[in-house]
């Protein structure tokens, strides 16, 4: 592993501190180096604070050290928000080399902070493990770039494929464990999607309980008849305010809204009609499906759309992730569509 490698891993490390805390922003880390040896770290914290590489070089007392290198797993940006140009504070600061993981993934600013840079006399190099820093910020990329959220759809199921037991029956299936990593789950992504019947059956929360502070995400119930139950948890708790009910409007509509809202990820949970009318549409971008050890023949399919013409255009998982989570198993994947004319 080259030094370079090394110190990104670092970064990567320092902007996942904040991972669900920063949007609509990215997660970033920023470590700055001299001679081998890290001086000073700092990462993201929330939208409107300080960008990594500020916290960063803010960190460092006194004369700023000669032949710093600066490690940033985002190329650094070169145009004013509610912060500065972190590109001008770089090059003030005198800094001799930057190593940047990604590059913007905003079409209109990819590459400029980097050319900002190198213009200014300041080595840059870009690409250290960029495939991983990219990965770190999924939604933000698709968000930036598209306008709509990255669509994740997240699901509880039987061995044949099942969403609920029997109505004597408690409603969970998968494990303690498997439950706790939802809420972790939770914890960093935007808003949380269901469908009426959801509400209905079930009553939830849908927050994130991981046992420290946390933002929470929003709400999203979709309804066609708009008959939902006035004391439903998402109606009457702390947290009211931050639900949001559409009425008759397609999946596609919503999420556009949604982006337009700066919600950046939207997980969908349920119920079956919902994630099948999601995945006919092809707009599911990722998957995160936990599958207990158990048969329950139940009545709700977990993706009861209207499915595939035929097996070669079924929508195949790629980069697929198995992790075993107390007696479940968490398959995690993104769908692959085969174009509309080949199928």
Known sequence: MSDD???????????R??????????????????????????????????????????KVRGKFPKDSTLYVTLEPCSTKGKTGPCTDEIVRTGIKTVVIGAT??????????????????????????????AVLNEAFNKWIATGIPL???????SLDGRLTRP????????????????????????????????????????????GSK?????R?????????????????????????????????TILADL????????????????????????LIDKVQIYIAPIFTGGPIPAFAGQGAIRTSAGARLERVRFDKIGGDICITGYPKYVAAAAA
């Open 104 to 133: 913007d993934p905003n079409p209109r600013h990819r590459g400029a902070g980097s050319d900002l840079l190198v213009n200014a006399g300041i080595e840059v190099r870009t690409g250290v493990l960029a495939e991983e820093c």
């Open 17 to 58: 501190k904040s991972l669900g805390e920063t949007s609509p922003n990215p997660a970033v880390g920023a470590l700055l180096v001299v001679q081998n040896r890290i001086i000073a770290r700092g990462h993201h914290r929330q939208a409107g604070k300080p960008h990594a590489e500020i916290e960063c070089i803010r």
């Open 220 to 252: 999203v119930v979709i309804t066609r008849s708009g008959k939902l139950p006035r004391n439903a948890h998402v109606f009457t708790d702390r947290l009211r305010k931050d639900t949001r009910v559409y009425r008759n409007q397609t999946l596609a």
């Open 259 to 282: 982006g337009s809202k700066n919600i950046t990820s939207v997980m969908i949970e349920g119920g079956g009609n919902v994630l099948g009318e999601a995945l006919d549409e092809r």
């Open 214 to 218: 946390t933002r929470q995400p929003a």
């Open 5 to 15: 490698e090394r110190f990104m891993r670092i970064a990567l490390t320092e902007a």
């Open 151 to 157: 669509v994740i759809a997240k699901c509880g199921m």
């Open 167 to 210: 109505k004597t029956e408690s409603r969970w299936m998968t494990s303690p464990s498997a439950r706790r990593y939802v809420h972790e789950l939770r914890a960093r992504i935007d808003a949380i999607l269901v469908g009426a019947e959801t509400i209905r059956r079930d009553n939830p929360r849908l927050t994130a309980r991981t």
